[in-house]
T-cell receptor, first 116, second 113 residues
Framework: GAVVSQHPSWVICKSGTSVKIECRSLDFQATTMFWYRQFPKQSLMLMATSNEGSKATYEQGVEKDKFLINHASLTLSTLTVTSAHPEDSSFYIC????????????FGPGTRLTVT | GQNIDQPTEMTATEGAIVQINCTYQTSGFNGLFWYQQHAGEAPTFLSYNVLDGLEEKGRFSSFLSRSKGYSYLLLKELQMKDSASYLCAVRDQSGSNDYKLSFGAGTTVTVRA
């Protein structure tokens, strides 16, 4: 089956620094990738949709200048949390949608971000 | 947007059956998904319904009624490892939204011995 990886799996950073999270589709080409955020005991909240070669589409309330998304190739999307604050601490999950009529999104294992 | 409602918590005994209901409202329905998520892990795909009716896959079954905006996930022969959060998600195909999913808040199922 399709595999999506994320790196790192967990990261601790200090307030004011930036953190980059990578999402890779390992055995298929992902024309579209999605970035979610999940706070403890809450559901997944879509942050943005990332399309290869074009600008990401952000959901309402998500600051595009704070959460930078780059989808430079069909197998890699990155999310950079800039000037991180403790309230950005969360579980960040990406998913990838393949080409063609496949209905399924394949989720990565998630990245646990803690900002101190 | 979508309003997706599902119960917050359910508890059942090992070997029993549990049904998790999900109701939704959407402008351009293009499929309903059920995912299982264990604490601290990413969701794993369980089922997909786009037409009315029942989809059976081993111990798990999912039902959809598009006219009622209603789905349920049926878990049979419950095992301790089934203790997890179960997420109902609706895919929208209105406009150019790239088949994005909207998730319900999730139902935490606790299986007791």
């Amino acid at each position: 089956g399709a595999v999506v990886s994320q790196h790192p799996s967990w990261v601790i950073c200090k307030s004011g620094t930036s953190v980059k999270i990578e999402c890779r589709s390992l055995d298929f080409q992902a024309t579209t990738m999605f970035w979610y955020r999940q706070f403890p005991k809450q559901s997944l909240m879509l942050m943005a949709t990332s399309n290869e070669g074009s600008k990401a589409t952000y959901e309402q309330g998500v600051e595009k200048d704070k959460f930078l998304i780059n989808h430079a190739s069909l197998t890699l999307s990155t999310l950079t949390v800039t000037s991180a604050h403790p309230e950005d601490s969360s579980f960040y999950i990406c998913s990838a949608h393949g080409q063609g009529a496949s209905y399924e999104q394949y989720f990565g294992p998630g990245t646990r971000l803690t900002v101190t | 947007g979508q309003n997706i409602d599902q119960p917050t918590e359910m508890t059942a005994t090992e070997g029993a059956i549990v049904q998790i209901n999900c109701t939704y409202q959407t402008s351009g329905f293009n499929g309903l998904f059920w995912y299982q998520q264990h604490a601290g892990e990413a969701p794993t795909f369980l089922s997909y319904n786009v037409l009315d009716g029942l989809e059976e896959k081993g111990r798990f079954s999912s039902f959809l009624s598009r006219s009622k905006g209603y789905s349920y996930l049926l878990l049979k022969e419950l095992q301790m490892k089934d203790s997890a959060s179960y997420l109902c998600a609706v895919r929208d195909q209105s406009g150019s939204n790239d088949y994005k999913l909207s998730f319900g808040a999730g139902t935490t199922v606790t299986v007791r011995a």
